[in-house]
């Protein structure tokens, strides 16, 4: 992840492969969704259409920068996912990235609508460099699943225990004023 991502945090998501004490994520593989060059005339575009799995109710998009990423880093775009009834899954700020990353959308329950259209809206900075001639070029992939609403970790979480037989332990409150 380069410097630029660790900056302004990341919106990754994760496929779990360990058995046990993991969240519950579950997901299909990426299916290409699109492939833009977007020009300095390109507001809130449609990258392509997309069919959410039966019950899903995240979509993890993969965004993957094809065009050089120098002399500067490109400004973010809002990534989106329409349907009939509007933006069920809300919108992100993606920055586009070289090595590709991965952004989730998702408000915690599935969507209305299971097909709609991911869409891309470059920032003004973005539109300023492709004016200049500098083309930005983004592939677009997609996967949705189901995100657990908790954890599965099957116990009591934060608890006080004691290591050998398993029972709690009793808390003591000190005042050192």
Same mark, same amino acid.
Not at 70 to 78: E, L, N, R
């Given at each position: 992840m380069?410097?630029?991502? %660790?900056?302004r !945090?990341s919106n990754s998501?994760n496929r779990s492969t360990s058995a ?5 994520l579950?997901?299909?593989d990426?299916?290409? /969704?699109g492939t833009?060059?977007f020009t300095?005339?390109? #507001?809130?575009e /449609?990258? !392509?259409? +997309?069919v959410?799995?039966? =019950?899903? =109710?995240?979509?993890?998009?993969r965004?993957?920068? #094809?065009s050089?990423a ?9 990534l989106g996912f329409k349907?009939?009834n509007?933006y069920?899954?809300g919108?992100?700020?993606a920055?586009?990235?070289?090595? &590709? ?5 998702g408000? !915690? ?5 299971r097909?709609?259209v991911?869409t +891309?809206?470059? %920032?003004? +900075?973005? #539109? ?6 500098y083309?930005?070029s983004?592939?677009?992939?997609c996967?949705? $699943?189901?995100t657990g609403g908790? &954890? =599965?970790l $099957?116990?009591v @979480?934060?608890?006080?225990v004691r290591?050998s037989? $398993?029972s709690g #332990?009793?808390? @003591?409150?000190?005042?050192f004023s």
């Open positions: 380069s410097s630029q991502s %660790r900056q !945090g998501a046990g004490n993991s969240p519950a579950r997901f299909t990426w299916s290409v /969704v833009r060059t300095p005339d390109d #507001l809130n /449609v990258v !392509g259409s +997309f959410m799995d039966q =019950d899903a =109710d995240t979509l993890w998009t965004i993957t920068l #094809l050089p120098t002399p500067w880093p490109w400004s973010y775009g809002i349907t009939s509007g069920e899954l919108s992100v700020k920055y586009p990235e070289v090595d &590709s990353e991965v952004f989730k959308l408000v !915690g329950r599935p969507p209305y609508e097909s709609g991911l +891309f809206e470059p %920032r003004s +900075f973005n #539109l300023a460099w492709i004016r200049n001639g083309p930005m983004l592939k677009f992939e996967a949705s $699943g189901i908790g &954890s =599965d $099957g116990g @979480v934060n608890s006080f290591a037989d $398993g #332990l009793q808390l @003591v409150q000190v005042d």
